[in-house]
C-alpha cells in the first residue's frame, strides 16, 4: 500500500549548510533555526510537503539534532502522526565504521534499505536552507508528465553573496545550471559567474527505483555528494529536467542573509508572497496573545505571541514569549524565543539567540552590515 | 480501572442574551480573550487540576463547539482511557429525548460516567471564566466528609436576590437554598460548580428522572432535594476571578478585564495555570510604521496599521491606516477598513466595517451601551452602528442603525 495521496515521499535533509552559520548552529542545525517570528526553517519545507499530500517524511539528520527532535516530536502539527507512513527520523546508525555523513550521497546511503522498501513511485528530496511555501504537487506533475529520470528545482537569480564568500572551505557546494529546454545539459560547481544564473534550489524529484541504484552504485564507488559525484559524471546519460521556481525564496547562506532575510518580511509585500499560500504549521507553545501597556511604542515590526511589550520597538522581528521593559528601545533587532530586554536598555542590530538577557541599562549596537550576535542563555 | 473523579461539563446553554453572538454556536464556544473561547477556562482548569477525564454536554448547535474540541489534544485531552468526549443527546431504543434540564443532561449519561467508575463527580459549566484548581475543591470535600459540595462565591449583598444563594453555618455546612429570594438570608452564590459522590447523585438523578413534576434542573431539583434528607452538602468558598459572561456587557467587560490583570485578577499571563486553546497557526502579527498600539493585546497573524487603544484583537485581524479602535473586542478574521471609527465594542468573527463607518461610542453620562456585530456581516462604508445597536444583518452604505 502506498503510504501518501500522492506517488512520492519526501526526504529531508535538515543538517545541509549548516556550515554557512556556525553561531546559529551551535545548538542546533539549520533546520531549527528559528525564523520568520514563530517558526523554525524546517517549518516550511515541511509544511509544503504536507499541503503537497506528501504523507510518509523521513528527516535523515546528522548531528546537533536534539533541538529538532524536540521541535518536531512525533509529527503531529504537521498532520504527519499516519498509521502508514509519517514523520520518520533517521539518525546516524551508530555502527563502528560509522561517521558522520558530508553529503547527500552517504545520507542516502545510510537509509537504502529504507528507500528500497518503500512503494511510492517517487522520491521528492530537499535541503532545509530555504524558505519557501513551494508547491511539491506542481513539480511532480510536471516530472511525471515530462518522462524523465529526475527533475531538480532552481531559480534564476544571482548566486547568494554568503556562498561565493565561503566556497574555500570546500565542504560548502552550490550548483548552477545550463538548461536548454527545461533539460538541464551541465551542472557546475561554485560557480563564479555574476548575475543572474540558474541556482539550484537543490529539491529533487526522481524515481524512487533509479535512486535506489544510483545510492546504491555511490555507496560501493565511496561517492560522498549526490550532485557532484553522482549526478554531474552522468549528465549525458540521465534525463534531468531543470523546475524553474518563480515563487518568493529566503535562502540562508550567512548570518547576514538570516538577518536580511528576516528583516525583508516586514515588508507586506513579501510577508504576503510567503504566508499567501498554503499555511505554515510550527510547534505550538500554547501563549497568550501579545500584550502592549499604555507605554509601548512600536514600529514596523512583527511579533509573535506570549511577548509583553512595555517599551519602544522598532523595524524588528520578535519571537515567542519576549518581554521588552519599561524605557527599553529595541531597534533592527532579531529577539529569538524567551528574551528579555530589562528596563532601560538600548539595542541596534543585534540577533539575540534564545533565553538571552539584556540587563537594565545595558548599550550594545552593531550596524546594518554586521548585526551583532548573543548566543543562547547568555546575560549582557 | 477506577478514577477518582471526572468531570462534566454543561455546554448545551443557547446563550441567549447574547444574541447575535450566540447565533450560530454555542456558549461556551464564544471567543474570548484574544485567541480562546469560553470552554477552554474549563476544560484547563480540569487538566491543571488533574482531571483527564470530561464529558461534554452538547445540545444547542453544537457544530463549531464540537470541531473546536476534536480530539481534545490542545488541552492534553486525548488520553487512551478517559479524555473528552462531545455527548450530544442521542437516539435509544425506548426513543430519544433532547436533554429537559441540566439533571437530565446527567442522567442520560449515566452509562458514561459509569465506564470511569469514579468516586466523585465534579459538575462544570461552560459558561464562565475562571480559572479554579479543582483539586483544592476536591480536597475540601473529602476533609468535609461531604456527599455534596458546591463553589461559593461572596456576593455584595444588594446583588445578592439575582444569584442562588446558599446558607451555611460556621462549619459551611449547607442548611438552606435560595434561589433568587427578594430578601436574602445570605450573599455567597452559587457558581454553579458541584461536586457529587457518585452514588449520591446517581440516586438522585434517578428519583429526580421518576418525578414528573420536576424540571430536571440541579438548582431547581436535585439540591431542594439533598436539603430535605439532610444530606451532607457543604459550601466552598472560592475568591479568584469568576465571571458569567452572560450577557454583552459582562463579556466586553470581562475581555477588557484581561487588558488590567493587576486589579482585576484574571491573568492569561500565569505560566503555573495556563488557559490552553486550539492553535490557528498564523504567522506572528504585523504593525506598520504609524500604526499606534497601546494597551492592547494582539494575536497571531493580525496586521495593524492604525490607531488601536485598549483593545483585545484576535487572530487575523486587519486594522487599515486611519481606522480607530478603542475599547473593542475584534474577533478573528474581521476587517476594519481605513478611517472608520469602532469603539466600545463587541465585533464578532470575519466582518468587513468599510470605510468610514461608526460602530459604537464611548459612555457618556448614564449611557455605556456596547454596540455588537455579528459574524460575517458587512458594515457598508459611512454606516452608523448606534452604541446600543446588535447589528445582526449586513448594513448598506450610509445605513444607521440605534
Known amino acids: 500500500m502506498v503510504k501518501s495521496n500522492t506517488s512520492a515521499l519526501g526526504i529531508i535533509f535538515p543538517n545541509s549548510y549548516d556550515a554557512m552559520v556556525p553561531d546559529l548552529v551551535n545548538v542546533r542545525l539549520m533546520a531549527s533555526i528559528p525564523f520568520a517570528s514563530r517558526y523554525r526553517i524546517i517549518d516550511f519545507i515541511l509544511s509544503s510537503m504536507t499541503h503537497s499530500g506528501i504523507g510518509n517524511i523521513s528527516v535523515v539528520v546528522n548531528k546537533n539534532y536534539h533541538s529538532l527532535m524536540d521541535h518536531l516530536g512525533s509529527g503531529r502539527e504537521w498532520d504527519l502522526v499516519r ?87 570546500g565542504r560548502c557546494f552550490y550548483y548552477t545550471f545550463d538548461v536548454e529546454e527545461d533539460k538541464i545539459k551541465k551542472i557546475y560547481i561554485n560557480s563564479k559567474e555574476d548575475g543572474v544564473q540558474n541556482f539550484s534550489m537543490n529539491i529533487f524529484v526522481v524515481n524512487r527505483e533509479l535512486l535506489v541504484d544510483l545510492v546504491n552504485n555511490a555507496m560501493l564507488l565511496g561517492q560522498e555528494f549526490f550532485m557532484r559525484d553522482v549526478l554531474i559524471p552522468q549528465i549525458n546519460k540521465l534525463d534531468i529536467r531543470g523546475y524553474k521556481y518563480e515563487g518568493y525564496t529566503a535562502f540562508i547562506t550567512d548570518m547576514k542573509s538570516y538577518f536580511d532575510e528576516n528583516m525583508k518580511l516586514l515588508d507586506d509585500y513579501n510577508l504576503d508572497a510567503l504566508f499567501s499560500g498554503s499555511p505554515v504549521y510550527t510547534k505550538i507553545r500554547g501563549d497568550h496573545p501579545t500584550q502592549y501597556v499604555d507605554t509601548a511604542k512600536v514600529q514596523n515590526v512583527m511579533v509573535a505571541s506570549g511577548c509583553i511589550i512595555e517599551g519602544q520597538v522598532e523595524n524588528s522581528i520578535i519571537f515567542r514569549g519576549v518581554k521588552i521593559a519599561k524605557g527599553a528601545t529595541v531597534k533592527n533587532c532579531i529577539l529569538m524565543q524567551d528574551t528579555v530586554v530589562e528596563a532601560g536598555a538600548n539595542i541596534e542590530y543585534l540577533i539575540t539567540d534564545k533565553d538571552v538577557t539584556i540587563s537594565a541599562g545595558k548599550e550594545m549596537k552593531g550596524t546594518d552590515t554586521f548585526p551583532v550576535y548573543i548566543s543562547k542563555k547568555q546575560t549582557v | 480501572m477506577a478514577k477518582e473523579m471526572i468531570a462534566m461539563l454543561l455546554a448545551g446553554g443557547q446563550g441567549s442574551r447574547l444574541y447575535t453572538l450566540t447565533e450560530k454556536l454555542a456558549k461556551p464556544a464564544v471567543p474570548f480573550g484574544g485567541k480562546y473561547r469560553i ?71 449515566i452509562s458514561f460516567i459509569e465506564r470511569y467508575d469514579p468516586k466523585y463527580v465534579i459538575i462544570l459549566s461552560g459558561d464562565q471564566i475562571c480559572k479554579q484548581d479543582y483539586s483544592d475543591f476536591l480536597k475540601f470535600h473529602k476533609e468535609k466528609n461531604a456527599e455534596f459540595s458546591v463553589a461559593v462565591m461572596e456576593v455584595p449583598w444588594e446583588e445578592a436576590p439575582r444569584f442562588g444563594l446558599m446558607v451555611a453555618d460556621e462549619n459551611d455546612k449547607i442548611t438552606e437554598f435560595q434561589e433568587k429570594p427578594k430578601n436574602p438570608k445570605s450573599n455567597l452564590a452559587s457558581m454553579g ?63 477588557m478585564e484581561v487588558l488590567d490583570a493587576e486589579n482585576s485578577g484574571i491573568n492569561l499571563f500565569d505560566e503555573s495555570w495556563k488557559i490552553y486553546s486550539r492553535n490557528v497557526g498564523m504567522p506572528g502579527h504585523k504593525i506598520s510604521a504609524g500604526a499606534v498600539v497601546e494597551n492592547s493585546m494582539v494575536s497571531d497573524g493580525c496586521r495593524i496599521k492604525g490607531n488601536v487603544k485598549h483593545s483585545i484583537l484576535f487572530a487575523g485581524v486587519k486594522i ?83
Open chain 2, 39 to 109: 470552554i477552554d477556562f474549563p476544560l484547563s482548569n480540569c487538566v491543571n487540576s488533574g482531571i483527564d477525564t470530561v464529558g461534554i454536554l452538547t445540545q444547542y448547535q453544537p457544530l463549531v463547539l464540537n470541531e473546536y474540541i476534536g480530539n481534545g489534544q490542545p488541552w492534553d485531552l486525548d488520553r487512551l482511557y478517559g479524555g473528552v468526549h462531545v455527548l450530544p443527546p442521542y437516539q435509544k431504543s425506548s426513543g430519544s429525548d433532547w436533554y429537559k434540564g441540566t439533571a437530565n443532561a446527567i442522567y442520560q449519561n
Open chain 1, 83 to 169: 498509521k502508514n507512513g509519517g514523520l520518520h527520523i533517521f539518525p546516524p546508525f551508530a555502527a563502528k565504521e560509522a561517521r558522520p555523513y558530508i553529503g547527500r550521497a552517504s545520507a542516502l546511503a545510510n537509509i537504502l534499505d529504507f528507500m528500497r522498501d518503500e512503494k511510492e513511485k517517487y522520491i521528492i528530496m530537499s535541503d532545509t536552507n530555504i524558505v519557501v511555501n513551494f508547491d511539491f504537487n506542481d513539480m511532480l506533475q510536471k516530472h511525471i508528465a515530462s518522462g524523465a529520470d529526475m527533475s531538480i528545482a532552481y531559480v534564476q537569480r544571482p548566486v547568494p553573496n554568503g556562498l561565493i564568500k565561503a566556497e574555500n572551505n
Open chain 2, 193 to 255: 460548580i458541584y461536586i457529587f459522590n457518585w452514588d449520591i447523585l446517581k440516586k438522585y438523578l434517578e428519583e429526580d428522572e421518576a418525578d414528573p413534576n420536576s424540571e430536571n434542573d440541579f438548582g431547581n431539583n436535585i439540591i431542594p432535594n439533598l436539603l430535605r434528607d439532610n444530606r451532607q452538602m457543604y459550601a466552598y468558598h472560592f475568591n479568584g476571578y469568576w465571571k458569567d459572561v452572560g450577557t454583552i456587557h459582562s463579556l466586553w467587560e470581562a475581555n
Open chain 2, 320 to 402: 487599515e491606516p486611519n481606522a480607530v479602535v478603542e475599547d473593542a473586542v475584534i474577533m478573528g478574521g474581521t476587517t476594519i477598513k481605513s478611517g472608520a471609527v469602532v469603539k466600545h465594542c463587541i465585533i464578532a468573527e470575519n466582518v468587513t466595517i468599510c470605510e468610514n463607518a461608526v460602530v459604537g461610542a464611548m459612555p457618556s453620562g448614564e449611557e455605556d451601551g456596547v454596540a455588537t456585530v455579528g459574524s460575517d456581516l458587512f458594515i457598508g462604508e459611512n454606516a452608523v452602528v448606534g452604541p446600543n445597536a446588535i447589528v445582526k444583518n449586513n448594513m448598506k452604505g450610509g445605513e444607521e442603525q440605534w
